[in-house]
């Protein structure tokens, strides 16, 4: 085996105790980014060598993990635990691979993190699924393996490769929110900043309908925001009858329109169950915080449901599988969570989100009213909490929450310069939460602005890449 490029000499290192151990975590993704980088291998792993697999199995076992959902704790142990016994069985093989050696010891530092136990069960890369109808997890993972089964068998029989990816993988979610004056990401991850005044469908197919109704903020602006939100859990045969949640300003209900708080038999917690222990019912509702926080969830059909109140409007945030996002016929194209906005509705121009002036009608009713006292990362500022914001005072403001500058930071200075109330910044940070909890791509999550300077530095740019490689690389060998 040729000696390792790149950051890989002095790896040997790192399998033994240092007296820089706590920056151990930062030298491990330090030295994944350098040896994984298009810029060359650090270190070619022999045939026998199985660390990829290892890898790729754990990453299959938590994809769909968050650690907002409870029980997350004991089944990223029991993933953990498997990884470790695939290093194990691939040591061997794997003696003097950087990966190898990086994987061994990232596992070790998360145990220690997570405080997982070293004995223990492990999940199964092949588990048997309890098929539940009614758990859309159990029902798809029912479903992938019986196609994966029969493709597999298939493929003995015609003689293929039946080592290639079919396809049956976990299934794919997608995410989109709406908060502030208002700001919309779309499934697509596309972040519009939007007119829409009136009643407007931000989901509509065969399983879930969600329309928001948004009202305007300050005479003299275009800018509107939300307060009312309806949302339509359609029936599902054996599952659930219809069910409609409805909150409006000022209401924010931990029931359905019937009073009831779930519907359905009893399933098995699913990983996308937040907040649920053991059995919970196939569609239920959660409250966080009483008349500020509720979660919905619908097991039966894998969606997550977030519905807030900040100061005097709301806020949405949505998780649900992109097969059932496709359900739909021609007489439901217009949803904005999947189409965004029409174009005669839009603020941003293509992304670039214009800073506007104080409206003149915003200064003189601002006159009126006292300023505000500021209000925590968790808790809303009192209705009429209202001043007139410069642009370096509205920075200033969502600074205290937003600590990277990326789109949400931006749409929270916008929404102080245009409406001047204190609340919207609270929605930003919120609105970005709720995202992260929600949101199944990481590598996503954040967004800048077209033009800006971050986005720049985000760009796809060969060069910047490569240079910054070869800084962790350089930063990696000093620490070391």
């Known amino acids: 085996m040729g000696r390792a490029g790149c950051c890989c000499r002095g790896a040997e290192r790192l399998a033994s105790p240092s007296p820089v151990r706590r920056f151990r975590p930062l030298l491990l993704l330090i030295i994944a980014l350098c040896c994984g980088a298009h810029i060359g291998q650090c270190q070619v792993a022999t045939p026998q060598c199985r660390i990829q697999k290892c890898t790729t199995d754990f990453v299959s076992l938590t994809s769909h993990l968050t650690p907002a959902v409870d029980g997350f704790h004991?089944?990223?142990?029991?993933?953990?635990?498997?990884?470790?016994?695939?290093?194990?069985?691939?040591?061997?093989?794997?003696?003097?691979?950087?990966?190898?050696?990086?994987?061994?010891?990232?596992?070790?530092?998360?145990?220690?993190?997570?405080?997982?136990?070293?004995?223990?069960?492990?999940?199964?890369?092949?588990?048997?699924?309890?098929?539940?109808?009614?758990?859309?997890?159990?029902?798809?993972?029912?479903?992938?393996?019986?196609?994966?089964?029969?493709?597999?068998?298939?493929?003995?029989?015609?003689?293929?490769?039946?080592g290639r990816d079919h396809g049956h993988s976990r299934p794919v979610y997608l995410f989109c929110g709406l908060f502030g004056d208002p700001h919309l990401r779309t499934f697509k991850d596309s972040f519009q900043t939007c007119k829409v005044e009136g009643a407007w469908p931000l989901i509509d197919n065969d399983y879930l309908s969600v329309q928001v109704t948004n009202v305007p903020v300050v005479t003299g602006s275009s800018a509107t925001?939300?307060?009312?939100?309806?949302?339509?859990?359609?029936?599902?045969?054996?599952?659930?009858?219809?069910?409609?949640?409805?909150?409006?300003?000022?209401?924010?209900?931990?029931?359905?329109?019937?009073?009831?708080?779930?519907?359905?038999?009893?399933?098995?917690l699913s990983a996308g169950a937040e907040g649920a222990t053991g059995k919970v019912?196939?569609?239920?509702?959660?409250?966080?915080?009483?008349?500020?926080?509720?979660?919905?969830?619908?097991?039966?059909?894998?969606?997550?449901?977030?519905?807030?109140?900040?100061?005097?409007?709301?806020?949405?945030?949505?998780?649900?599988?992109?097969?059932l996002s496709q359900a739909y016929d021609a007489t439901q194209d217009l949803q904005l969570c999947l189409n965004g906005c029409p174009g005669g509705e839009r603020i941003d121009q293509a992304g670039h989100l214009p800073l506007p002036l104080s409206p003149p009608a915003l200064g003189l009713q601002l006159q009126q009213l006292r300023r505000p006292s500021y209000s925590s990362q968790t808790q809303a500022s009192p209705y009429g909490a209202t001043q007139v914001f410069s642009v370096e005072g509205a920075k200033e403001r969502c600074r205290e929450q937003l600590d990277v500058q990326d789109i949400y930071f931006h749409s929270c200075v916008f929404d102080l310069l245009t409406t001047g109330d204190a609340n919207f910044t609270v929605a930003a940070y919120s609105a970005q939460k709720d995202m992260e909890s929600l949101h199944p791509h990481r590598d996503r999550w954040r967004i800048y602005p077209r033009g800006s300077a971050t986005s720049t530095f985000h760009s796809d740019s060969p060069p910047i890449k490569r240079l910054a490689l070869l800084l962790l690389c350089a930063l990696s060998l000093a620490l070391m």
């Open 74 to 162: 004991t089944e990223f142990c029991m993933a953990l635990r498997a990884y470790s016994a695939c290093t194990q069985r691939t040591a061997k093989s794997c003696r003097g691979n950087l990966v190898f050696h990086s994987a061994v010891l990232g596992i070790s530092d998360l145990m220690s993190q997570r405080n997982c136990s070293r004995d223990g069960p492990t999940s199964s890369t092949h588990p048997e699924v309890q098929h539940e109808p009614c758990n859309y997890h159990s029902r798809t993972q029912h479903a992938h393996a019986h196609a994966h089964a029969h493709s597999h068998a298939h493929s003995h029989a015609q003689g293929h490769d039946h």
């Open 281 to 323: 019912r196939a569609l239920w509702i959660s409250e966080r915080s009483p008349g500020h926080h509720v979660e919905l969830h619908a097991g039966y059909i894998g969606v997550t449901v977030i519905v807030r109140q900040l100061g005097r409007y709301l806020t949405l945030a949505v998780r649900i599988p992109e097969e």
């Open 225 to 268: 925001a939300t307060n009312k939100i309806t949302i339509i859990f359609k029936p599902y045969e054996g599952c659930t009858d219809q069910r409609v949640y409805q909150a409006v300003t000022d209401n924010l209900p931990a029931a359905f329109d019937d009073g009831t708080v779930s519907s359905g038999d009893p399933i098995h």
